[in-house]
């Protein structure tokens, strides 16, 4: 497609519910990142993928926290036993390149918005 | 570890006025320097990228960057801002390991 994809755009979730958050890159984009932006600050790393590779998962929260790029192309960040805390916009973004430092542009999808009621 | 700084949190202007929006990061080797736009209810928008060379770059809209290597600082500028640079606008910096870490925003309210 013509940019980063994600679905849902919207989801509200019962506390303890689990989701699913799915993430379309650009089409032969070799990197893939997930951010987590919460209300009036800005995005925070949450992981990143290399293809099929999640090179860095130092930024998920905790172990409710999980990503997935079998792949590597679509990629899903799954959320267990949802607590309010969790309520976000959740991005994902995609490069053309390699994990080095590339000079490639990063570009984001409108988010997928989380709230935990 | 990388970090960055946004000086201002919201900054009010009118229009025709000048704007600089600061930033500061740390990180102890070479980076990659962005800002992003982010239009009320709409995506992260890249604005202009330093990677190297002319520490002087010129993004969209009129909007450009200067890079201080001494002062570890990517200041955003524009000369003369207009009602439609209303938004919120983020640093980033980019080191190893291919994620980058972004600034908690400047929100900017520009009046007509």
């Known amino acids: 497609g013509a940019g980063v994809s994600q679905s849902p755009r919207y989801k509200v979730a019962k506390r303890g519910q689990d989701v699913a958050l799915r993430c379309d890159p650009i089409s032969g984009h070799v990197s893939l990142f997930w951010y987590q932006q919460a209300l009036g600050q800005g995005p925070e790393f949450l992981t990143y993928?290399?293809?099929?590779?999640?090179?860095?998962k130092s930024g998920l929260p905790s172990d409710r926290f999980f990503a997935e790029r079998p792949e590597g192309s679509v990629s899903t960040l799954k959320i267990q036993r949802t607590q309010q805390e969790d309520s976000a916009v959740y991005l994902c973004?995609?490069?053309?390149?390699?994990?080095?430092?590339?000079?490639?542009?990063?570009?984001f999808g409108e988010g997928s918005w989380l709230t935990v009621v | 570890a990388q970090s960055v700084s946004q000086h201002n949190h919201h900054v009010i202007l009118s229009e025709a006025a000048s704007l600089e929006l600061g930033c500061n990061y740390s990180y102890g080797g070479t980076v990659n320097l962005f800002w992003y736009v982010q239009y009320p209810g709409q995506h992260l928008q890249l604005l202009l990228k330093y990677f190297s060379g002319d520490p002087l770059v010129k993004g969209i809209k009129g909007f450009e960057a200067e890079f201080i290597k001494s002062k570890f600082s990517f200041n955003l500028r524009k000369p003369s801002v207009q009602w439609s640079d209303t938004a919120e606008y983020f640093c980033?910096?980019?080191?190893?390991?291919?994620?980058?870490?972004f600034g908690d925003g400047t929100t900017l309210t520009v009046k007509p």
């Open positions: 993928f290399q293809n099929e590779a999640q090179l860095d």
């Open positions: 980033a910096v980019r080191g190893g390991a291919g994620k980058s870490t």
């Open positions: 973004a995609s490069s053309l390149g390699g994990n080095r430092i590339s000079g490639n542009t990063i570009y």
